[in-house]
């Protein structure tokens, strides 16, 4: 296929030398896949998996009035954070429609100053720049966008802190879900979180473009005996999906109000005010609305985004993610029915290609990792 | 069977096409470029036996953790018969694409389409570019 100008990121030649199959994600050159997904989602499960993740838009706020700034875009608090601390965003319109979903970081330069940083998704970069800009008035704020001069790669699976703690010396394991630590990484500046979107333990690294391939050769080569394996979107996607987690585009988009997604952890409506919250407060109390929910399928059939969702032969929603899942040999889907559908257990069927399929509306997660 | 003994559609099926008391039947797969690039196969849906099928026709669908294609028909023609044990090991078209990995057999009741398909060399070239 023709890669003619997309962006790559600093993996790309590393990519291509070990068989990754490379995609147009976003406008980014991206590896699919490097040998199966399957193999690839169960050595994240079982052991640790790296992922090129440099497509991710990663934006620094300086300023006095970094803080009083993101705190207008986002659904959730993020005034009093914690130096340190990471936070799950949504960012909505004034109509409550989903612009994003982020992390917000907080972070301290060594002068005692605080900053901080935002990772947003690659196919929204572009919008998220212009919102942010948008809406800067006239806040004293040094907006700096880092997509291209750094990279960042995820470290994910049981033995991921493992890893990353025995080879880096990072205290990892000290470190709680969420937050993160700017330090050293094989001796270059990095800023380790344990974040991840696969549903299992692991971290997250950000290291200037220059040193990621090496942070990766080494990890990679460390990780040989614990059964690393490089892992690409294709199981990104069907880890994420069994954790759950929703991606944009699918679960969330601009035709999706907040109160429908089942991420009340991210929406903090008391005592604050955000660009959207009024939206999102009628649309908490319209009990018509259709609602998040997930869905065990009978058959190893996958339902796709799009397929309709039906009860007692009336239409009562859509699929917006499916597939068949590795870990759980199960077909699972998520997507948005009617308020009186969203019943654990209750039975439904969905359209496959033109065949209904009986499938069952299961709590959320469908996979969770032991602790 | 050998892959140069066969013919193959742009959609990377391919049949071999034998006589059989009288008729022609061809049996019809999926080549190993397509296996491969599907990686991951979890399901498959045979075609009925007894339907009729023109050339280029959905014969059936095979899917992958990412995605779901058709499988087309490269002859028209009646199914006489299915690989019925290969859905539950779909591993076969992985190790024997060409063999025990075949897919269906149609008794060939119009000729006119065979003219379209490709030999082995064509359709190598096709997968490389």
């Keep these: 296929m023709t890669t003619a100008n997309l962006l790559t990121t600093p993996l790309h030649e590393w990519h291509a030398m070990h068989g990754g199959r490379m995609v147009d994600f976003a406008g980014w050159s991206m590896p699919v896949q490097y040998s199966s997904i399957i193999e690839e989602h169960v050595a994240t499960r079982t052991a640790v998996s790296l992922f090129d993740i440099s497509h991710m838009g990663r934006f620094i706020f300086q ?14 608090r993020i005034a009093g954070m914690e130096v340190d601390h ?15 979903d982020i992390l917000v970081y907080r972070l301290q330069h060594s002068s005692g100053e605080s900053f901080y940083s935002m990772v947003v998704n690659a196919s929204n970069r572009n919008k998220i720049r212009d919102w942010i800009l948008k809406h800067q008035g006239n806040r004293d704020i040094g907006f700096e966008d880092h997509t291209l001069d750094t990279g960042m790669i995820a470290v994910q699976g049981p033995r991921a802190v493992e890893l990353v703690e025995k080879r880096t010396h990072f205290p990892l394991s000290g470190m709680k879900y969420y937050t993160g630590k700017r330090s050293e990484v094989f ?22 473009s220059q040193h990621i391939p090496m942070i990766w050769e080494r990890l990679h080569q460390a990780g040989q005996s614990m059964g690393l394996n490089a892992a690409g979107l294709g199981a990104r996607d069907t880890l994420r999906l069994e954790a759950a987690m929703p991606l944009y585009g699918h679960e969330l988009s601009e035709d999706i109000n907040p109160a429908q997604t089942g991420l009340s952890f991210a929406i903090n409506l008391k005592d604050r005010d955000f660009i959207g919250r009024e939206a999102i407060v ?21 339902a ?8 007692d032969g009336k239409r009562v929603g859509i699929v917006t993610s499916g597939s068949f899942t590795p870990t759980l040999q199960k077909s699972i889907s998520m997507g948005y029915v009617q308020p009186d559908c969203t019943t654990v257990g209750g039975e439904l069927e969905i359209d496959i290609r033109g065949n209904r399929q009986s499938a069952r509306v299961v709590a959320m997660p469908f996979y969770s990792r032991s602790r | 069977m050998k892959p140069e003994d066969l013919l193959f559609l742009e959609s990377h099926e391919w ?38 099928v023109a050339a280029g026709d959905e014969l059936g669908e095979v899917e992958s953790v990412k995605a779901v294609s058709p499988i087309y028909s490269p002859v028209s023609g009646e199914v006489i018969e299915v690989n019925k044990d290969l859905p ?29 398909l490709m030999d082995y060399i064509t359709y190598q070239k096709q997968c490389a570019s």
């Design chain 1, 63 to 76: 300023g006095p009035d970094a803080e009083a700034l993101i705190e207008s875009l986002t659904t959730r």
């Design chain 1, 187 to 208: 001796g270059v500046p990095a800023l380790v979180s344990r974040t991840g979107y696969t549903g299992e333990d692991g971290c997250e690294i950000i290291a200037a």
């Design chain 1, 282 to 302: 009628v649309a908490k109390a319209n009990p018509r609305l259709n609602q998040r929910i997930g869905l065990e399928v009978v058959g190893k059939r996958a």
């Design chain 1, 86 to 100: 990471i936070r799950y965003s949504l960012v909505t319109n004034e109509d409550g429609g989903i612009l994003d």
């Design chain 2, 88 to 116: 539950n090991q779909l591993e076969i078209l992985n190790s024997d694409p060409y063999g025990r990995g075949w897919i269906a057999k149609v008794k060939i009741t119009d000729e006119s389409s065979l003219g379209k």
């Design chain 1, 304 to 311: 796709r985004e799009g397929s309709e969702i039906f009860r």
């Design chain 2, 15 to 52: 049949v071999h096409i034998d006589g059989q008391g009288g008729s022609k039947v061809g049996t019809i797969g999926i080549s190993a470029f397509a296996v491969e690039q599907l990686t991951d196969l979890v399901f498959m849906e045979l075609p009925k036996v007894g339907a009729k």
